[in-house]
C-alpha cells in the first residue's frame, strides 16, 4: 500500500479558495489512479475528483464541477486539488485515496480505492 498525507485544509470565506495537497510514500505513486473525498458532519464520505495514474484524465464530481481542479505530480510523489468559488457546502473534512490496482477508470466508488490518509479540514464561512 501507497501511505497519504493530506494537507492545506483551513477556513476561508465564502467565494474563496484554497489549495489541497497529497503527499505519497511507500509504493510507486506513479501506478495509482488517485482521488479525493470529502465527509461533512452527519454525512456520508462522498467522491468529490479522481485522476488517472498519467494525469491524463481527470473526472469530477458534479457539485465541483467547474470550481476545483485536479492535478499530480509523479517526479514529486503528490497531488493537488485547487478549489476555487468554495461554498458552506463544501466544508467537510478531505480525504486523498489511492486505487486498489490502477485498473478502473473513471474510478469514484469508495470501495475501489485501497489506501487513505487522515483527511484535512476545510471549512467554509458564509
Known amino acids: 500500500q501507497v501511505q497519504l498525507v493530506e494537507s492545506g485544509g483551513g477556513l476561508v470565506q465564502a467565494g474563496g479558495s484554497l489549495r489541497l495537497s497529497c503527499a505519497a510514500s511507500?509504493?510507486?505513486?506513479?501506478?495509482?489512479?488517485m482521488g479525493w473525498f470529502r465527509q461533512a458532519p452527519g454525512k456520508e464520505r462522498e467522491f468529490v475528483a479522481a485522476?488517472?495514474?498519467?494525469?491524463?484524465?481527470?473526472y469530477y464530481a458534479d457539485s465541483v464541477k467547474g470550481r476545483f481542479t485536479l492535478s499530480r505530480d509523479n517526479a514529486k510523489n503528490a497531488m493537488y486539488l485547487q478549489m476555487n468559488s468554495l461554498e458552506p457546502e463544501d466544508t467537510a473534512v478531505y480525504y486523498c485515496?489511492?486505487?486498489?490496482?490502477?485498473?478502473?477508470?473513471?474510478?469514484?466508488?469508495?470501495?475501489?480505492?485501497?489506501?487513505w490518509g487522515q483527511g484535512t479540514q476545510v471549512t467554509v464561512s458564509s
Open positions: 485522476i488517472s495514474w498519467s494525469g491524463s484524465s481527470t
Open positions: 511507500g509504493r510507486t505513486f506513479s501506478a495509482y489512479n
Open positions: 485515496a489511492a486505487d486498489r490496482n490502477g485498473r478502473i477508470w473513471p474510478i469514484y466508488r469508495l470501495r475501489d480505492f485501497g489506501s
